[in-house]
């Protein structure tokens, strides 16, 4: 049953205003919140919910529905409504536009139709009441296949003054005549992306959603729901498919969480997250999409994976690092993805950038991401004023790429949220009347035509749209439903505008993903690449932080700029925790009580994997008064610290500026995460120094003295000393070795710090016994005291 059918029969079953129904017997409805505008001449509103033969035929009757509403300031007498008689046929789409575009009653409208009328008796200000009209075809005075205008106005006890009017359109269909049209549509299934980087730390890594609002989408009366179920009644239908809506769903066919809120950049737990309700919604909604696609002659094309919006990136962001290969990889993801969860070939290639409007810019970051059909409003590339007649979509635009133009006035009719009878009656029935017109325009030319509804298709938008398209193709109906690959290699028209425009709308520029937005989004790569490096698993990463940064530039964020931002900044915060949770504790002060002794670092991993790849470097300020050994390999498992052990060696006294650094190691090594620093106190190395310089001062009198002596022994025996520099005799270098040595011991005994037991290698983990519990307060605070 279609729309006006349903409206018909329930305006029947509960109203009791027909063509001789008497006034008074409904009583008021309660007033509305808002009428549309009207004016003292014209105080009545009136529209028409429905008409019960969309197409009229041969002795045909038509039903018109509707509402009367007095919008004025004073009660209308006597109110009635009555039909007019079309005044002639409208043969051009420009005649239809004409008619679309009046407000007042003229002449034009035709003339009023005698024994046509439903009495509604006194309207109060703010008074409304439901009307029904019947006419056969005959009495209308249709004899000629074509479009007419069909009006409903409402008089009062004046009959020659009429208070308000509405219009539609009737195509009047007797017999076929020329080529259908052919007509393909596109029947997105899109949704905001749910799926976070976050996934729980169990071994199966179960997904996590930002929130659980899929579920009442997916549900039979939620609108992902319905657009299955109406989708799979429409034939040869070009269903335009986001693949992460496919992996959200598939995932919430298992077990899930979801975020609680303001826990968007936090590490998935139980304490943080609850369990996902939509577990059956999904498993029922993916099988009925699975059907619905591989029936009555669908296309499914795969869009880049999360839907990447193209426009913002061409304007704002394609010159960022890593941009390219970001869209590439998408486009590849998309068609896999598909294909997997749908289990039917998919076509891929396909852009379709925001509202289908198209620059220049626009065109080259699609063909980056590989598409050869780009789907564009026409608006973006308008006909000449000149062309008599509705070209074929499809043409090319340079750089082996194909623009399916999609029609902009039966684009528009679809493209918001048509919510109300009203609304989905005046949009089905002009939908009817151009496409008729389009036929009758070149009846032996066949055309090949695109319907682009809105990307974010409402139930009540689609119903219309599928009402519409039945009726136009019905038994000798003027319109071939047909797919979009069809369309898109149709000859293209020689006189078709085949020009992509250089500038873009200015009023879509301020929902657009901003610069600085888009290059926080590829800088998450940076990070990423670094903290990959490290991790001993880092696919259980890599997936989901990957996936995040493109579902972080989705063009669905266009219309929800406030939660766009929630998820980016998620997605950054959940990065900086994971890479700040390998770390150098902060520290204070130390005192080093000597010239030789350990330091004592520890490296932190809070992270659930184990990682490597790490060194721990730790430096001086000055190395010519505070030394530390060469660097420590760091390989630290899940949720544990170690201590490293650095030897120190210092020449002087006083305070001394250190800092502990981890470094990746391979070829391209780089600091990871932040420096720690802190101050090292040297507090005994004075005394030791002073008692070395005494020593060596000793050593350098008695080898004078000893010189002094043996020459003048030499010379009273009347020897002569050739070489003043030669070597020492053995028994000479022994009795000298023998005073050096005591002099360095003496040296050594007051100025070096004596060996500490179970000493450690350069940079070496501690592996001593359990710290005291003072110890432990000490490193907890970073205040440590080194062993010596």
Same mark, same amino acid.
Do not use: C
């Given at each position: 049953?279609?729309?006006?059918?349903?409206?018909?029969?329930?305006?029947?079953?509960?109203?009791?205003?027909?063509?001789?129904?008497?006034?008074?017997?409904?009583?008021?409805?309660?007033?509305?919140?808002?009428?549309?505008?009207?004016?003292?001449?014209?105080?009545?509103?009136?529209?028409?919910?429905?008409?019960?033969?969309?197409?009229?035929?041969?002795?045909?009757?038509?039903?018109?529905?509707?509402?009367?509403?007095?919008?004025?300031?004073?009660?209308?007498?006597?109110?009635?409504?009555?039909?007019?008689?079309?005044?002639?046929? @409208?043969?051009?789409?420009?005649?239809?536009?004409?008619?679309?575009?009046?407000?007042?009653?003229?002449?034009?409208?035709?003339?009023?139709?005698?024994?046509?009328?439903?009495?509604?008796?006194?309207?109060?200000?703010?008074?409304?009441?439901?009307?029904?009209?019947?006419?056969?075809?005959?009495?209308?005075?249709?004899?000629?296949?074509?479009?007419?205008?069909?009006?409903?106005?409402?008089?009062?006890?004046?009959?020659?003054?009429?208070?308000?009017?509405?219009?539609? !359109?009737?195509?009047?269909?007797?017999?076929?005549?020329?080529?259908?049209?052919?007509?393909? /549509?596109?029947?997105?299934?899109?949704?905001?992306?749910?799926?976070?980087?976050?996934?729980?730390?169990?071994?199966?890594?179960?997904?996590?959603?930002?929130?659980? &609002?899929?579920?009442?989408?997916?549900?039979?009366?939620?609108? @992902?729901?319905?657009?299955?179920?109406?989708?799979?009644?429409?034939?040869?239908?070009?269903?335009?498919?986001?693949?992460?809506?496919?992996?959200?769903?598939?995932?919430?066919?298992?077990?899930?969480?979801?975020?609680?809120?303001?826990?968007?950049?936090? &590490?998935?737990?139980?304490?943080?997250?609850?369990?996902?309700?939509?577990?059956?919604?999904?498993?029922?909604?993916?099988?009925?999409?699975?059907? %619905?696609?591989?029936?009555?002659?669908?296309?499914?094309?795969?869009?880049?994976?999360?839907?990447?919006?193209?426009?913002?990136?061409?304007?704002?962001?394609?010159?960022?690092?890593?941009?390219?290969?970001? @869209?590439?990889? %998408?486009?590849?993801?998309?068609?896999?993805?598909?294909?997997?969860?749908?289990?039917?070939?998919?076509?891929?290639?396909?852009?379709?950038?925001?509202?289908?409007?198209?620059?220049?810019?626009?065109?080259?970051?699609?063909? /980056?991401?590989?598409?050869?059909?780009?789907?564009?409003?026409?608006?973006?590339?308008?006909?000449?004023?000149?062309?008599?007649?509705?070209?074929?979509?499809?043409?090319?635009?340079?750089?082996?790429? /194909?623009?399916?133009?999609?029609?902009?006035?039966?684009?528009?009719? !679809?493209?918001?949220?048509?919510?109300?009878?009203? %609304?989905?009656?005046?949009?089905?029935?002009?939908?009817?009347?151009? /496409?008729?017109?389009?036929?009758?325009?070149?009846?032996?030319?066949?055309?090949?035509?695109?319907?682009?509804?809105?990307?974010?298709?409402?139930?009540?938008?689609?119903?219309?749209?599928?009402?519409?398209?039945?009726?136009?193709?019905?038994?000798?109906?003027?319109?071939?439903?047909?797919?979009?690959?069809?369309?898109?290699?149709?000859?293209?028209?020689?006189?078709?505008?085949?020009?992509?425009?250089?500038?873009?709308?200015?009023?879509?520029?301020?929902?657009?993903?901003?610069?600085?937005?888009?290059?926080?989004?590829?800088?998450?790569?940076?990070?990423?690449?670094?903290?990959?490096?490290?991790?001993?698993?880092?696919?259980?990463?890599?997936?989901? !932080?990957?996936?995040?940064?493109?579902?972080?530039?989705?063009?669905?964020?266009?219309?929800?700029?406030?939660?766009?931002?929630?998820?980016?900044?998620?997605?950054?915060?959940?990065?900086?925790?994971?890479?700040?949770?390998?770390?150098?504790?902060?520290?204070?002060?130390?005192?080093?009580?000597?010239?030789?002794?350990?330091?004592?670092?520890?490296?932190?991993?809070?992270?659930?994997?184990?990682?490597?790849?790490?060194?721990?470097?730790?430096?001086?300020?000055?190395?010519?008064?505070?030394?530390?050994?060469?660097?420590?390999?760091?390989?630290?498992?899940?949720?544990?610290?170690?201590?490293?052990?650095?030897?120190?060696?210092?020449?002087?006294?006083?305070?001394?500026?250190?800092?502990?650094?981890?470094?990746?190691?391979?070829?391209?090594?780089?600091?990871?995460?932040?420096?720690?620093?802190?101050?090292?106190?040297?507090?005994?190395?004075?005394?030791?120094?002073?008692?070395?310089?005494?020593?060596?001062?000793?050593?350098?009198?008695?080898?004078?003295?000893?010189?002094?002596?043996?020459?003048?022994?030499?010379?009273?025996?009347?020897?002569?000393?050739?070489?003043?520099?030669?070597?020492?005799?053995?028994?000479?270098?022994?009795?000298?070795?023998?005073?050096?040595?005591?002099?360095?011991?003496?040296?050594?005994?007051?100025?070096?710090?004596?060996?500490?037991?179970?000493?450690?290698?350069?940079?070496?983990?501690?592996?001593?016994?359990?710290?005291?519990?003072?110890?432990?307060?000490?490193?907890?605070?970073?205040?440590?005291?080194?062993?010596?």
């Amino acid at each position: 049953m279609g729309r006006a059918a349903r409206r018909l029969a329930a305006v029947l079953a509960g109203s009791t205003v027909l063509l001789s129904a008497a006034p008074y017997a409904t009583a008021a409805a309660p007033a509305r919140t808002a009428f549309p505008a009207a004016s003292p001449d014209y105080p009545a509103t009136v529209q028409i919910d429905s008409v019960s033969a969309p197409v009229a035929g041969d002795n045909a009757t038509v039903t018109v529905t509707g509402r009367v509403t007095n919008a004025g300031s004073s009660t209308v007498k006597a109110a009635h409504v009555v039909l007019r008689s079309p005044k002639e046929e @409208l043969t051009t789409r420009s005649a239809i536009n004409l008619v679309a575009g009046r407000t007042n009653p003229t002449s034009k409208d035709g003339t009023v139709l005698p024994g046509h009328k439903a009495d509604l008796g006194d309207l109060a200000p703010g008074q409304s009441r439901p009307y029904v009209l019947q006419v056969s075809t005959s009495d209308l005075g249709l004899r000629t296949a074509g479009v007419y205008e069909l009006a409903v106005d409402v008089r009062d006890t004046d009959e020659d003054r009429p208070l308000g009017i509405a219009r539609t !359109f009737l195509p009047y269909n007797t017999a076929p005549s020329g080529k259908q049209t052919r007509i393909a /549509t596109l029947w997105p299934i899109t949704h905001a992306p749910e799926l976070v980087a976050q996934t729980m730390p169990d071994d199966d890594q179960m997904p996590v959603l930002r929130d659980d &609002s899929l579920t009442t989408e997916l549900a039979p009366n939620g609108r @992902l729901g319905k657009l299955v179920s109406i989708g799979q009644t429409l034939p040869n239908l070009t269903w335009v498919i986001d693949p992460d809506l496919l992996d959200t769903v598939y995932a919430m066919t298992k077990p899930y969480r979801v975020q609680k809120p303001g826990t968007g950049g936090e &590490s998935a737990k139980a304490e943080n997250t609850v369990a996902g309700t939509g577990q059956n919604a999904a498993t029922a909604w993916l099988a009925q999409l699975r059907t %619905a696609v591989a029936a009555n002659g669908s296309q499914v094309v795969a869009l880049p994976y999360a839907d990447p919006d193209l426009a913002s990136i061409a304007h704002n962001g394609s010159g960022l690092a890593g941009m390219d290969t970001a @869209l590439r990889k %998408a486009s590849t993801a998309g068609k896999v993805t598909a294909e997997g969860r749908l289990s039917v070939d998919v076509s891929s290639g396909v852009a379709w950038p925001y509202q289908g409007r198209l620059d220049q810019q626009t065109a080259g970051v699609a063909r /980056t991401t590989g598409a050869d059909l780009v789907l564009v409003n026409g608006s973006s590339m308008p006909e000449s004023r000149s062309l008599a007649y509705t070209p074929n979509a499809a043409r090319p635009i340079g750089n082996g790429q /194909t623009a399916v133009v999609a029609d902009p006035v039966l684009s528009s009719l !679809f493209s918001g949220d048509l919510d109300s009878d009203q %609304a989905q009656s005046l949009a089905e029935q002009r939908f009817l009347a151009e /496409t008729m017109t389009i036929t009758q325009q070149r009846p032996d030319d066949q055309r090949s035509l695109l319907v682009m509804p809105s990307r974010t298709l409402t139930v009540g938008t689609a119903e219309a749209l599928a009402d519409a398209l039945h009726a136009a193709a019905q038994p000798n109906g003027w319109v071939a439903p047909t797919r979009l690959d069809a369309v898109a290699t149709a000859p293209a028209d020689p006189d078709a505008n085949g020009s992509v425009p250089g500038d873009y709308p200015g009023d879509l520029r301020g929902s657009e993903l901003s610069p600085a937005a888009l290059s926080s989004v590829m800088g998450v790569q940076t990070g990423l690449d670094q903290l990959l490096q490290i991790l001993t698993q880092p696919q259980r990463v890599r997936g989901p !932080f990957n996936a995040a940064m493109v579902r972080s530039m989705s063009t669905e964020w266009r219309d929800h700029a406030e939660s766009s931002a929630a998820y980016r900044d998620g997605v950054q915060s959940y990065l900086v925790n994971l890479t700040t949770a390998v770390k150098v504790p902060a520290k204070s002060a130390i005192t080093l009580p000597g010239d030789n002794a350990i330091l004592l670092i520890s490296v932190k991993n809070d992270l659930n994997q184990a990682v490597g790849n790490l060194e721990l470097r730790v430096t001086s300020s000055q190395v010519n008064r505070l030394n530390v050994g060469q660097p420590a390999t760091v390989v630290l498992d899940g949720t544990t610290s170690r201590t490293f052990r650095f030897p120190a060696e210092a020449q002087v006294n006083g305070p001394v500026q250190m800092t502990a650094q981890l470094w990746t190691t391979g070829p391209n090594a780089q600091p990871y995460g932040k420096a720690v620093s802190f101050t090292v106190e040297v507090t005994s190395v004075a005394s030791g120094v002073m008692y070395v310089i005494g020593g060596g001062v000793v050593l350098m009198a008695l080898a004078g003295v000893r010189f002094y002596l043996q020459r003048k022994k030499r010379s009273a025996a009347g020897e002569v000393d050739l070489d003043p520099e030669r070597l020492l005799e053995p028994e000479e270098a022994e009795a000298e070795g023998e005073t050096a040595a005591g002099g360095e011991t003496g040296g050594k005994a007051a100025g070096e710090a004596p060996a500490e037991a179970g000493r450690k290698g350069p940079g070496e983990a501690s592996d001593s016994t359990p710290e005291s519990a003072a110890d432990a307060r000490d490193r907890a605070t970073g205040d440590e005291k080194v062993g010596h």
